[in-house]
């Protein structure tokens, strides 16, 4: 089955790590979801070939930024009716603290989806969800038309 | 990184990068080192793909690239002491997509260094600077103190 094909069933934890082995390097940085009622809960498990800084042991900050962008996509498909792969316009990353060698999560909230253009606003944490790790914004392409 | 020359900044920045697991893995290495203009080179893998219906790669690894060479370009800077400060932000624009296959570039430089902030840019793109599929911005803080791990390791490695 195709990434197209699974990304038609709505998504509960069990497609979604469906979706996510379907792409090859979320499955490689290890990333897990969860769906929690209407939201979905993203994962990135510890693991040393993520890390970026050895002398403090501290997740490189580009897959914390892919972590988040593969976040903002997943959510953004659960939420279509005729899904598609939406396409990144632009991605403004604010890193807040460092991320250490645990469990990160993330979070997506929609800010604003037109017809072809979706306004994604991601912050992720790892001990404690009201002080963010990183705070990210995204445009993704949206409209199948345009892409 | 003062008075070194481009060939000495390519083998501290080349033995650096053997110390970040994350880059160390996927492959990425230097490619040049041009006074502040430093390039680094990601090989194309199957693994890094974003799309698998196309191939192509995963934005995010682009992502990985870009604060890679930005933030050892920082690094490198000239005027400055070797020393890894925090990234403040980075901001990137996805202009187009590689085609599958391709081996990514990167080419960052410091742009502006305050007592306390360094402003670097970069782009990402395949065979030449004239396929630019995504260009980036970052802020990085300047900590007071140089931070001596890194150099030390770079030294321990080589002794």
Same mark, same amino acid.
């Given at each position: 089955?195709?990434?197209?094909?699974?990304?038609?069933?709505?998504?509960?934890?069990?497609?979604?790590?469906?979706?996510?082995?379907?792409?090859?390097?979320?499955?490689?940085?290890?990333?897990?979801?969860?769906?929690?009622g209407d939201d979905i809960l993203f994962?990135?498990?510890? $693991?040393?070939? /993520?890390?970026?800084?050895? *002398?403090?042991? +501290?997740? #490189?900050?580009?897959?914390?930024?892919?972590?988040?962008? =593969?976040?903002?996509?997943?959510?953004?498909?659960?939420?279509?009716?005729?899904?598609?792969?939406?396409?990144?316009? $632009?991605?403004? /990353?604010?890193?807040?603290? *460092?991320?250490? +060698?645990? #469990?990160?999560?993330?979070?997506?909230?929609?800010?604003? =989806?037109?017809?072809?253009?979706?306004?994604?606003?991601?912050?992720?944490?790892?001990?404690?969800e009201q002080q963010p790790t990183a705070?990210?914004?995204?445009?993704?392409?949206?409209?199948?038309?345009?892409? | 990184?003062?008075?070194?020359?481009?060939?000495?900044?390519?083998?501290?920045?080349?033995?650096?990068?053997?110390?970040?697991?994350?880059?160390?893995?996927?492959?990425?290495?230097?490619?040049?080192?041009?006074?502040?203009?430093?390039?680094?080179?990601?090989?194309?893998?199957?693994?890094?793909?974003?799309?698998?219906?196309?191939?192509?790669?995963?934005?995010?690894?682009?992502?990985?690239?870009?604060?890679?060479?930005?933030?050892?370009?920082a690094l490198a800077c000239d005027s400055?002491?070797?020393?890894?400060?925090?990234?403040?932000?980075?901001?990137?624009?996805?202009?187009?997509?590689?085609?599958?296959?391709?081996?990514?570039?990167?080419?960052?430089?410091?742009?502006?260094?305050?007592?306390?902030?360094?402003?670097?840019?970069?782009?990402?793109?395949?065979?030449?600077?004239?396929?630019?599929?995504?260009?980036?911005?970052?802020?990085?803080?300047?900590?007071?103190?140089?931070?001596?791990?890194?150099?030390?390791?770079?030294?321990?490695?080589?002794?």
């Amino acid at each position: 089955m195709s990434l197209a094909d699974i990304i038609r069933h709505a998504p509960s934890s069990e497609t979604l790590s469906l979706w996510l082995e379907k792409v090859p390097y979320a499955a490689y940085l290890g990333i897990e979801a969860r769906v929690e009622g209407d939201d979905i809960l993203f994962i990135l498990p510890p $693991d040393d070939k /993520l890390l970026g800084n050895p *002398a403090i042991r +501290a997740i #490189h900050g580009g897959v914390i930024g892919a972590f988040m962008e =593969q976040a903002a996509v997943f959510h953004l498909i659960a939420r279509m009716e005729t899904p598609v792969l939406p396409k990144i316009i $632009d991605f403004s /990353l604010d890193y807040l603290r *460092a991320n250490f +060698a645990r #469990h990160t999560y993330a979070r997506c909230h929609v800010t604003r =989806q037109g017809r072809s253009v979706a306004n994604v606003h991601i912050t992720a944490w790892q001990d404690d969800e009201q002080q963010p790790t990183a705070t990210a914004r995204a445009h993704f392409l949206i409209d199948e038309a345009l892409t | 990184m003062k008075r070194l020359s481009d060939q000495e900044k390519h083998r501290l920045i080349s033995s650096l990068g053997e110390h970040i697991a994350h880059t160390h893995a996927l492959g990425i290495t230097v490619e040049k080192v041009e006074g502040e203009a430093l390039t680094l080179r990601l090989p194309y893998a199957e693994n890094l793909v974003g799309d698998p219906a196309t191939g192509v790669l995963h934005g995010g690894v682009i992502t990985v690239l870009l604060d890679q060479t930005l933030g050892v370009a920082a690094l490198a800077c000239d005027s400055l002491a070797p020393s890894i400060a925090p990234t403040l932000d980075l901001r990137i624009d996805h202009l187009r997509v590689a085609p599958p296959g391709k081996d990514i570039l990167a080419t960052a430089s410091v742009y502006r260094t305050t007592r306390r902030v360094l402003f670097t840019q970069g782009i990402a793109y395949w065979d030449s600077p004239d396929n630019t599929i995504a260009r980036a911005t970052g802020t990085w803080l300047r900590l007071d103190e140089v931070d001596t791990t890194w150099t030390g390791n770079i030294e321990r490695k080589e002794a």
